[in-house]
C-alpha cells in the first residue's frame, strides 16, 4: 500500500473493527508513539560492563504468584497476572518458565520498567548449485519494552524494527529452498526476504480475573497474532544462528502482520488465546505500513507441565494471504501448527534449548492438497561463551515455492550445524564469531534445476547479543 493512502480496517462477520478510513500518517504517528515509548528509554539506559555481584535477596513477602520461575531479572518482577515475564517470546507467544533471559533491564520514573534485547549479524554467506549465490550483509532486529501497572493489571508498550532493508541486498540473503513473499513481482525462492524496517508496535495488557485465571489482550498496528511458535528470531533454540528456517512459512511467518487483535485467558500452565488480524503477506517495499482488513483469524492453546517445557497447537485462516501472479486472485491459506520447546538451564554453566514443530499449509481452492513441515533445532551454550547450534527440516513445497515449471510437490529438506564464539561481557553486550555449514537436498526431479541433489553451503559472520543471565 503506498505511503500516502488512506486505511480501512474493514468487518469480520458484520462486525466493525475500525472505521472510518484512517490517513496514513495518523497510523505512522501512532507507531511511532508506541516504538518511542518502548524504546527509547530502555535504550537510553547505560548498563555497567559487568554488574557487580549482588547481596542475596531478601525473603520475598507472600507472592499470589509463588512457584512461578521469575528468576534471571536484575529489577522487580514484570509479571503478566501469573505469567513471569520470562515466558515472554513473540507477539503473545510463550517461551518455558526456565528461559534465560538475553535482555538489557532498567527501571525508570513513575514505575515503568524497561528491557531491550535484540540480535545482530555482519554475515557473510555462500551456496552453492545453480541456484547458488553469495553475499555479505547484515541480519540484525532490535526490541525495547516498556511495563507498567495499570487498572489492577499490567500494561506492556512493545516496539521492534529491523534495518535488513537496508543491510540486505536485492531480493534477500542467500538461504537454498527458502521460499516466501515477492520481489520484483515475483515469488521469491532460494534467498530469505529481508524484514520489515517495523516489525512490532503493540500494547498488551493483562490482569487477573480470580481463581487463577487471568485475562490478556492484545493490539497492534504490527505485531503477531496467535499462531505458530515462537517466531524464530526470538528462540533460544535459534539465537546463535543467522539463517532462517525454509519453513518459516509453514510456522511464523505471521510475526509481521500490519492489523491485529488477540484476546486470551490464561492459568499457571495453560493459555487460549484468539485473533483476528490482517493475513496478507507484506509487499516488497519494506518501509510502509501494508495495512488491510483483518478479516482473517487463529486459535491458539498453550500448555506449559513443567518449567522446561512449552507446547502449543494452533490453526488459523489468512485471508488472501498469497498472489500467485499478478493478475490472479489473491488465494486464502489455512493453517496448521503444532511444537514442543525444551530447555534446560544450569545456572550460568549450561543451556540447552530445543525446538520441534510441524506446520501445514493448504491453499482453499487450489489442487494438489496441503504441505507439511517438520523443523527440529537445537542450541547448546556453555558458560555464555561457546555455542553449538543445529538445524534439520524437511518441507513439501509446491512449483510456485521454488519458481519451477509445472504444478508439482517435491521433499526438499536441509541441515545446518554451526558454531559461536562468544567473548567477555562489553557494556552490557555479547559479541561473538561464529561459521556454520549447511546442506540442501532435492529429489532427483529438481536436480536439473539445483544442479546436484545435495548442495553445500556455509557461512562466517560476526555478532553481537545482549550478554545472558540464566533463570536461577
Given at each position: 500500500m503506498a505511503a500516502t493512502g488512506t486505511v480501512s480496517m474493514g468487518t469480520i462477520t458484520g462486525v466493525t473493527l475500525l472505521t472510518p478510513d484512517i490517513e496514513v500518517q495518523y497510523v505512522r504517528a501512532i507507531v511511532a508513539i508506541l516504538f518511542t515509548l518502548s524504546a527509547w528509554p530502555?535504550?537510553?539506559?547505560?548498563?555497567?560492563?559487568?554488574?557487580?555481584?549482588?547481596?542475596?535477596?531478601?525473603?520475598?513477602?507472600?507472592?499470589?504468584?509463588?512457584?512461578?520461575?521469575?528468576?534471571?531479572?536484575?529489577?522487580?518482577?514484570?509479571?503478566?497476572?501469573?505469567?513471569?515475564?520470562?515466558?515472554?517470546?513473540?507477539?503473545?507467544?510463550?517461551?518455558?518458565?526456565?528461559?534465560?533471559?538475553?535482555?538489557?533491564?532498567?527501571?525508570?520514573?513513575?514505575?515503568?520498567?524497561?528491557?531491550?534485547?535484540?540480535?545482530?549479524?555482519?554475515?557473510?554467506?555462500?551456496?552453492s548449485g545453480d541456484r547458488g549465490s553469495d553475499q555479505t550483509g547484515s541480519v540484525n532486529w532490535i526490541m525495547g519494552t516498556a511495563d507498567h501497572g495499570l487498572g489492577g493489571g499490567r500494561l506492556r508498550l512493545s516496539g521492534m524494527v529491523s534495518f535488513e532493508n537496508w543491510s540486505i541486498g536485492g531480493c534477500g540473503y542467500p538461504d537454498l529452498l527458502a521460499s516466501g513473499e515477492t520481489c520484483d513481482g515475483n515469488a521469491i525462492h532460494d534467498r530469505q526476504h529481508p524484514h520489515d524496517l517495523f516489525m512490532e508496535a503493540a500494547a498488551m495488557w493483562d490482569r487477573p480475573l480470580g481463581g487463577g485465571v487471568n485475562l490478556q489482550l492484545y493490539a497492534a498496528p504490527v505485531g503477531e497474532p496467535a499462531l505458530g511458535p515462537v517466531a524464530f528470531m526470538h528462540r533460544t533454540s535459534a539465537i546463535s544462528n543467522?539463517?532462517?528456517?525454509?519453513?518459516?512459512?509453514?510456522?511464523?511467518?505471521?510475526?509481521?502482520?500490519?492489523?491485529?487483535?488477540?484476546?486470551?485467558?490464561?492459568?499457571?500452565?495453560?493459555?487460549?488465546?484468539?485473533?483476528?488480524?490482517?493475513?496478507?503477506?507484506?509487499d516488497e517495499e519494506r518501509t510502509d505500513f501494508d495495512f488491510d482488513k483483518m478479516d482473517s483469524w487463529s486459535g491458539r492453546l498453550w500448555y506449559l507441565p513443567t518449567k522446561g517445557l512449552a507446547f502449543q497447537v494452533s490453526g488459523g485462516r489468512l485471508k488472501d494471504a498469497e498472489q500467485h501472479e499478478p493478475d490472479?486472485?489473491?488465494?486464502?491459506?489455512?493453517?496448521?501448527?503444532?511444537?514442543?520447546?525444551?530447555?534446560?538451564?544450569?545456572?550460568?554453566?549450561?543451556?540447552?534449548?530445543?525446538?520441534?514443530?510441524?506446520?501445514?499449509?493448504?491453499?482453499?481452492?487450489?489442487?494438489?492438497?496441503?504441505?507439511?513441515a517438520y523443523l527440529i533445532e537445537t542450541n547448546l551454550t556453555f558458560a555464555d561463551r561457546d555455542s553449538i547450534f543445529a538445524r534439520l527440516e524437511t518441507v513439501r513445497?509446491?512449483?510456485?515455492?521454488?519458481?519451477?515449471?509445472?504444478?508439482?510437490?517435491?521433499?526438499?529438506?536441509?541441515?545446518?550445524?554451526?558454531?559461536?564464539?562468544?567473548?567477555?561481557?562489553?557494556?552490557?553486550?555479547?559479541?561473538?564469531?561464529?561459521?556454520?555449514g549447511s546442506a540442501g537436498l532435492v529429489p532427483q526431479s529438481l536436480v536439473p534445476v539445483y544442479g546436484e541433489r545435495w548442495n553445500p553451503g556455509g557461512a562466517v559472520y560476526l555478532t553481537l547479543r545482549p550478554a545472558g543471565r540464566s533463570p536461577e
Amino acid at each position: 500500500m503506498a505511503a500516502t493512502g488512506t486505511v480501512s480496517m474493514g468487518t469480520i462477520t458484520g462486525v466493525t473493527l475500525l472505521t472510518p478510513d484512517i490517513e496514513v500518517q495518523y497510523v505512522r504517528a501512532i507507531v511511532a508513539i508506541l516504538f518511542t515509548l518502548s524504546a527509547w528509554p530502555a535504550l537510553a539506559q547505560t548498563p555497567p560492563a559487568d554488574p557487580p555481584a549482588q547481596p542475596a535477596p531478601q525473603e520475598p513477602a507472600a507472592d499470589p504468584h509463588a512457584g512461578h520461575n521469575m528468576a534471571g531479572h536484575d529489577m522487580a518482577h514484570m509479571n503478566h497476572g501469573s505469567s513471569p515475564a520470562d515466558r515472554e517470546g513473540s507477539g503473545t507467544a510463550w517461551l518455558p518458565d526456565a528461559t534465560p533471559m538475553y535482555a538489557i533491564h532498567g527501571e525508570g520514573r513513575s514505575g515503568w520498567s524497561y528491557m531491550t534485547h535484540g540480535n545482530a549479524f555482519l554475515q557473510y554467506l555462500y551456496e552453492s548449485g545453480d541456484r547458488g549465490s553469495d553475499q555479505t550483509g547484515s541480519v540484525n532486529w532490535i526490541m525495547g519494552t516498556a511495563d507498567h501497572g495499570l487498572g489492577g493489571g499490567r500494561l506492556r508498550l512493545s516496539g521492534m524494527v529491523s534495518f535488513e532493508n537496508w543491510s540486505i541486498g536485492g531480493c534477500g540473503y542467500p538461504d537454498l529452498l527458502a521460499s516466501g513473499e515477492t520481489c520484483d513481482g515475483n515469488a521469491i525462492h532460494d534467498r530469505q526476504h529481508p524484514h520489515d524496517l517495523f516489525m512490532e508496535a503493540a500494547a498488551m495488557w493483562d490482569r487477573p480475573l480470580g481463581g487463577g485465571v487471568n485475562l490478556q489482550l492484545y493490539a497492534a498496528p504490527v505485531g503477531e497474532p496467535a499462531l505458530g511458535p515462537v517466531a524464530f528470531m526470538h528462540r533460544t533454540s535459534a539465537i546463535s544462528n543467522p539463517i532462517a528456517p525454509i519453513s518459516h512459512h509453514w510456522f511464523d511467518s505471521t510475526h509481521i502482520t500490519y492489523g491485529v487483535v488477540t484476546s486470551g485467558l490464561y492459568g499457571n500452565k495453560w493459555k487460549l488465546e484468539a485473533s483476528a488480524f490482517n493475513g496478507r503477506e507484506p509487499d516488497e517495499e519494506r518501509t510502509d505500513f501494508d495495512f488491510d482488513k483483518m478479516d482473517s483469524w487463529s486459535g491458539r492453546l498453550w500448555y506449559l507441565p513443567t518449567k522446561g517445557l512449552a507446547f502449543q497447537v494452533s490453526g488459523g485462516r489468512l485471508k488472501d494471504a498469497e498472489q500467485h501472479e499478478p493478475d490472479e486472485p489473491r488465494i486464502d491459506v489455512e493453517r496448521w501448527t503444532a511444537s514442543a520447546t525444551y530447555h534446560y538451564t544450569l545456572e550460568q554453566k549450561i543451556v540447552w534449548a530445543t525446538t520441534l514443530g510441524w506446520g501445514r499449509n493448504k491453499e482453499v481452492g487450489e489442487d494438489g492438497g496441503p504441505t507439511d513441515a517438520y523443523l527440529i533445532e537445537t542450541n547448546l551454550t556453555f558458560a555464555d561463551r561457546d555455542s553449538i547450534f543445529a538445524r534439520l527440516e524437511t518441507v513439501r513445497k509446491s512449483s510456485h515455492d521454488l519458481n519451477v515449471e509445472g504444478d508439482g510437490r517435491y521433499q526438499v529438506g536441509k541441515i545446518q550445524v554451526g558454531y559461536n564464539r562468544y567473548f567477555a561481557n562489553w557494556a552490557g553486550l555479547k559479541p561473538g564469531i561464529g561459521v556454520a555449514g549447511s546442506a540442501g537436498l532435492v529429489p532427483q526431479s529438481l536436480v536439473p534445476v539445483y544442479g546436484e541433489r545435495w548442495n553445500p553451503g556455509g557461512a562466517v559472520y560476526l555478532t553481537l547479543r545482549p550478554a545472558g543471565r540464566s533463570p536461577e
